[in-house]
């Protein structure tokens, strides 16, 4: 889900935030996910990309246009929300869903999810369970941009746009000009801000 | 969500509203799909506790209910131990010891949810499906979710609501949710069937449906509740429906663009017509879908998460 939202184990909202990636990083490191995923799967006809809100939906969206411009053809990405699948939905008053869409029949394709920051694997796991229950993909992929670590299951991401080795007191906080004023990930707390 | 229970269309605040009929609006989805079913709400027990007939609100709260894993328990009066007498606090008591998470409770007499929720009898949130002739919240959702399907925001929108208002608990609680939202409400009725009071209501009343056809955008009929009446309120059924009836001549005056609703169950023939009822304007069918993902969407709210305030330690991711 949402990395700024959910990373967090301390409070560090006032500490001072260091940039890691800034706009043009994000780009490349989205051309570069975008090549290995058209390499790993051929021409890319069975592939469905979908986003898990917010951020990974902007992302997804990102990622299908590349595609579309490599590919010469049009492909579009959906939205998987996993409110309903999350394991910890007992521990915080109901919230609020976000608008799944699926732009195609999943059933033998290769679903390519796409999520902003991987941290515990939590979010992936729900994203897992509810693609179960839409249909049965031949197999499912991970895109990520941020890989933090610290993972509490055993899930790894396919494709990585940067590894970023933290701690667990530092907040990872991913930006898009879709719904945040700059593209930029930053970091916030720890020992080294 | 601000509230615990769902007693009242009047105790949720527009933000509540528009919540419950956004997270509606991603639970249909749920209905189309091949597995009609989310884990949200496995382990939770949902108790129908039903002491009055009901057919659609009962099957729709169960449907409900199953589609987010919750295990039903569903109670009628008819045939368990309130026809030997047993009062609603030994029944709830009852279903407390059983560990209800919800009840969902239609009762012939105004009040009874209020009663249930307010004298701690069950720890359970508690749903009002219809009590007497006072209110029922989650049929004025799904009306209110329905119309704004084909009509967009409500703010603004002229609604109708035809008939017997005074036996109705439909007509009160989306004549307070739809003044929520924001929209016009008429109310047309012979003045028999008018309740005391009504100058308070947040509406406007008329006694002639022909006058309101031109500029509504939504006219829900509402049944004539011949088993709650124990007057003549009006002098014959064919008087009544000559006046108060939509007919195909009355239907072909509304708008372009105008629905028309019934909470059901419906006396063809008496409030409604039988072409008019099965007109494809009409969106009497596509209410009882749409009130599997309403009900789906007050449960989820109500018991998908923690209870109480949001607490200051995060979860993980």
Known sequence: MVASDDAPRADNSHAPARTVLDDKDISRALTRITHEILERNRDASDVVLLGIPTRGVHLARRIAKRMSEVEGRDITAGALDITMYRDDLRLKPARALEHTEIPDDID?????????????????????????????????????????????????????????????????????????????????????? | MTFTHLLSAGDLDRTDAIRILDTAEELLGVASRPIKKLPTLRGRTVVNLFFEDSTRTRIS??????????????????????????????????????GADAVVIRHQHSGAPHRLANAKWTNGAVINAGDGTHEHPTQALLDAFTMRRHLGELEGKNITIVGDVLHSRVARSNALLLDTLGANVTLVAPPTLLPVGIEKWPVETSYDLDSSLEKADAVMMLRVQQERMN?????????????????TPRLNRL???????????????????????????????EQVTNGVAVRMAVLYLLLGGAAGEPTSEEGTE
């Open chain 2, 61 to 98: 709260f169960e449907a409900a209910a199953k589609r987010l894993s919750a295990d039903v328990i569903n109670f009628s009066a008819k045939g368990s131990s309130v026809s030997k007498g047993e009062s609603l606090k030994d029944t709830a008591l009852t279903l407390q010891a059983m």
């Open chain 1, 108 to 193: 033998g394709k290769i679903v390519v999810l796409v999520d902003d920051v991987l941290f515990s694997g939590r979010t992936i796991r729900a994203a897992l369970d509810a693609l179960n229950e839409l249909g049965r993909p031949k197999a499912v992929q991970l895109a990520v941009l941020i890989d933090r670590g610290h993972r509490e299951l055993p899930i790894r991401a396919d494709f990585v746009g940067k590894n970023l080795p933290t701690s667990l007191v530092e907040k990872v906080k991913v930006g898009l000009t879709e719904s945040d004023e700059r593209d930029a990930v930053d970091i916030r707390g720890g020992a080294a801000s």
């Open chain 2, 255 to 285: 708008p372009e663009h105008a629905i028309v609703m019934h909470p059901g169950p419906m006396n063809r023939g008496m409030e409604i017509t039988a072409d008019v009822a099965d007109h494809v304007r009409s969106v009497i069918v």
């Open chain 2, 231 to 247: 007057a003549a309120f009006f002098p014959s059924a064919r008087e009544y429906s000559r006046r108060y009836g939509l007919d």
